[in-house]
């Protein structure tokens, strides 16, 4: 329970706007992404679930959601986030409590047009111990993470103050995630992420490492906060964490970024290949989303 006070303790000197001497909290990792901000959909696809296992990273858990219902049983869920278990867990619980819609509501923080399904149930408290109901049976560490800050701060505030305020509108959410899709692929999910093992490391990327080889591996958008000599040394060693057949992934989001991979693409330095995706963000003409792939054959 140390560490779980510890967690306590800094998410409520977070909430108050206190100071936290913790390497997450120092380089801006502390919040928690509410949902995730790539485009899951399109590239998902391109990997193989069943009976293969995944390392990801993500602190909004949709990463791992979205693998499980694709048919993934064991998922890894790396990051320096602090509050990643307690915040997956919850999801999970709501999951399996709450119809797609109201999920949905309940877990985001909706304020402008394109927010169709906003309405005052996010993180609304009569929701939110509906669901610890069923968190307390999951995991009881993030059922006493949870109430215990329902029990000291407004839900609202909570709900402000913990999580990203880079939070894609409703439309992009359902968009980017499979699993919110439909009531049909949101109830298979149900089932799944139940049988489920998923695991959790809290370290920085660069200081991981394990003996355990994955079939899947993604590393979100790591690369925009790494140097180009950091972003090989992850590059290779991520490889080798690779099972034979077995692919890794990098996200990119802005055109800046892009730049840099393509430097290093064209430097011959690495087996990296550009991902074509989709999507084009037509409110914002200046963004595009891309990925890299290493296949490891």
Request: aromatic share 18%.
């Given at each position: 329970?140390?560490?779980?006070?510890?967690?306590?303790?800094?998410?409520?000197?977070?909430?108050?706007?206190?100071?936290?001497?913790?390497?997450?909290?120092?380089?801006?990792?502390?919040?928690?992404?509410?949902?995730?901000?790539?485009?899951?959909?399109?590239?998902?696809?391109?990997?193989?679930?069943?009976?293969?296992?995944?390392?990801?990273?993500?602190?909004?858990?949709?990463?791992?959601?979205?693998?499980?219902?694709?048919?993934?049983?064991?998922?890894?869920?790396?990051?320096?986030?602090?509050?990643?278990?307690?915040?997956?867990?919850?999801?999970?619980?709501?999951?399996?409590?709450?119809?797609?819609?109201?999920?949905?509501?309940?877990?985001s923080k909706s304020t402008d047009y394109y927010n169709m399904l906003y309405s005052n149930l996010s993180f609304n408290r009569n929701v939110f111990y509906k669901v610890l109901e069923t968190l307390q049976s999951i995991d009881y560490e993030s059922f006493l993470f949870w109430d215990t800050l329902l029990e000291n701060y407004d839900s609202n505030l909570i709900?402000?103050?913990?999580?990203?305020?880079?939070?894609?509108?409703?439309?992009?959410?359902?968009?980017?995630?499979?699993?919110?899709?439909?009531?049909?692929?949101?109830?298979?999910?149900?089932?799944?992420?139940?049988?489920?093992?998923?695991?959790?490391?809290?370290?920085?990327?660069?200081?991981?490492?394990?003996?355990?080889?994955?079939?899947?591996?993604?590393?979100?958008?790591?690369?925009?906060?790494?140097?180009?000599?950091?972003?090989?040394?992850?590059?290779?060693?991520?490889?080798?964490?690779?099972?034979?057949?077995?692919?890794?992934?990098?996200?990119?989001?802005?055109?800046?970024?892009?730049?840099?991979?393509?430097?290093?693409?064209?430097?011959?330095?690495?087996?990296?290949?550009?991902?074509?995706?989709?999507?084009?963000?037509?409110?914002?003409?200046?963004?595009?989303?891309?990925?890299?792939?290493?296949?490891?054959?």
């Amino acid at each position: 329970m140390e560490k779980l006070d510890c967690d306590i303790n800094n998410a409520s000197k977070f909430i108050e706007g206190q100071d936290i001497d913790s390497e997450a909290f120092k380089i801006n990792f502390g919040t928690i992404y509410p949902f995730t901000n790539e485009n899951v959909f399109d590239y998902i696809g391109k990997f193989d679930f069943i009976n293969h296992n995944l390392l990801t990273l993500g602190s909004s858990g949709d990463q791992a959601i979205n693998a499980i219902n694709r048919g993934a049983k064991e998922v890894t869920i790396l990051d320096i986030n602090p509050f990643v278990k307690y915040y997956y867990n919850l999801k999970k619980a709501a999951i399996l409590t709450l119809d797609r819609i109201d999920y949905i509501r309940f877990l985001s923080k909706s304020t402008d047009y394109y927010n169709m399904l906003y309405s005052n149930l996010s993180f609304n408290r009569n929701v939110f111990y509906k669901v610890l109901e069923t968190l307390q049976s999951i995991d009881y560490e993030s059922f006493l993470f949870w109430d215990t800050l329902l029990e000291n701060y407004d839900s609202n505030l909570i709900r402000t103050k913990l999580f990203s305020t880079d939070e894609e509108h409703d439309l992009n959410k359902i968009k980017y995630n499979p699993y919110l899709h439909s009531d049909v692929n949101y109830a298979a999910t149900k089932k799944r992420i139940q049988a489920a093992n998923v695991s959790f490391v809290e370290k920085n990327v660069c200081d991981f490492f394990t003996k355990t080889k994955y079939d899947n591996i993604w590393l979100s958008n790591v690369g925009q906060y790494l140097t180009i000599f950091e972003f090989k040394k992850v590059i290779e060693k991520y490889k080798g964490f690779l099972d034979k057949n077995g692919k890794l992934l990098f996200y990119i989001f802005f055109q800046d970024a892009l730049y840099t991979y393509k430097n290093l693409i064209k430097s011959g330095k690495t087996d990296l290949y550009p991902l074509s995706l989709n999507y084009f963000d037509k409110v914002n003409e200046d963004e595009h989303h891309f990925a890299l792939v290493y296949n490891n054959k």
